[in-house]
């Protein structure tokens, strides 16, 4: 039976020392504060929005939300960020993506000053990651490192199995995994011979958007499995990537869907507020 990795529980002990490290900050007269923009009102959007705001009222980060309507044009939405990028009282600035058609996320992203991108999505940011000198990693990819570093498993010379080559999640995951020596493989719509790929995984990473996709076939014996995937099935009830009750028995260790990688995305979000604080007024 494998050991299941309890996103919540890893969430909590970061939390905690997050909780710490802002009082003192506060102490110090430092407030790290993160903006969140969420344009129209798609509802998914809404509730990640909710998340973050709550997440940063639970450890003390100052939080601003700035709803714009669904009509807000590109050039609008550029000058609240050149707002507060010019703010010295701002240290994070994020966009809740996917923002309406007619708004060029492109131009918006990398508007966003690189000192102040927390998710890690400009495109100076995204460089610097593969040059493995970032200051603030990409959320979800950090949070599965956290989450293996919590546990205790060494990365090092590991070849780690990913699926999924999207620009959030399988490309910044591949490379926080080559940074910790991992032997790295990208897998996706087009790799041949997919299962006997996964199956030499020690460390396989879902990130599909495909409910059960992964099945036991594709688990090598103790593997390490780490599921992205959220999936709404039609009873409303949340599924991962990962066929997790053909797969369990297989891995040594496995994260469930929900209560698995999800809670750390916001997790690491929190931290790369206090990190961008910390570095704009010089704080070690
Ligand atoms: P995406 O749609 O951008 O990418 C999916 C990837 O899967 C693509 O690179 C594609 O090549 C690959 N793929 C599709 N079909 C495949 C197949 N048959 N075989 C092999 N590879 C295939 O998705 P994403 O943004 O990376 O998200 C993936 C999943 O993770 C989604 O369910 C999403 O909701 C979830 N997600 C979760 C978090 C979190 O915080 N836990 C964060 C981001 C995304």
Do not use: W
Not at 37 to 64: F, H, M, Q, T
Not at 251 to 271: E, K, Q
């Amino acid at each position: 039976m494998a050991t299941l990795i309890d996103g919540k529980k890893v969430r909590d002990h970061n939390l905690e020392i997050m909780k710490g490290e802002v009082a003192e900050l506060n102490a110090q007269g430092v407030y790290p504060c993160l903006c969140v923009i969420i344009v129209g009102s798609d509802p998914a959007s809404r509730v990640y929005v909710n998340n973050k705001k709550k997440a940063c009222e639970n450890i003390g980060i100052v939080s601003r939300e700035y709803a714009m309507p669904e009509e807000t044009t590109t050039e609008e939405l550029l000058s609240l960020i050149d707002e507060l990028n010019a703010d010295k009282s701002v240290s994070g600035i994020l966009c809740q993506m996917p923002v309406p058609k007619h708004i060029d996320s492109k131009a918006v992203l990398e508007r966003i000053d690189p000192a102040k991108d927390v998710d890690c999505f400009h495109p100076y940011n995204v460089g610097k990651l593969v040059q493995g000198d970032n200051v603030m990693l990409p959320c979800t990819p950090a949070g599965m490192v956290e989450m293996l570093d919590y546990m205790g498993v060494e990365i090092s010379g590991k070849h780690c199995v990913i699926i999924g080559r999207s620009d959030i999640v399988g490309k910044p995951m591949a490379l926080l995994m080559l940074q910790r020596n991992a032997t790295v493989t990208i897998c996706h719509s087009r790799t041949a011979n997919l299962s006997e790929v996964c199956s030499q995984a020690d460390i396989l990473v879902a990130a599909v958007g495909r409910p059960n996709f992964v099945t036991a076939d594709m688990v090598k014996d103790g593997a390490i499995i780490l599921d992205v995937g959220i999936n709404r099935m039609e009873d409303g009830k949340l599924c991962g990537d990962v066929n997790f009750a053909e797969c369990e028995p297989k891995a040594s260790m496995i994260t469930p869907v929900p209560g698995g990688v999800g809670p750390m995305t916001i997790t690491m979000l929190m931290r790369n507020t206090i990190t961008a604080e910390k570095v704009a007024k010089n704080i070690k």
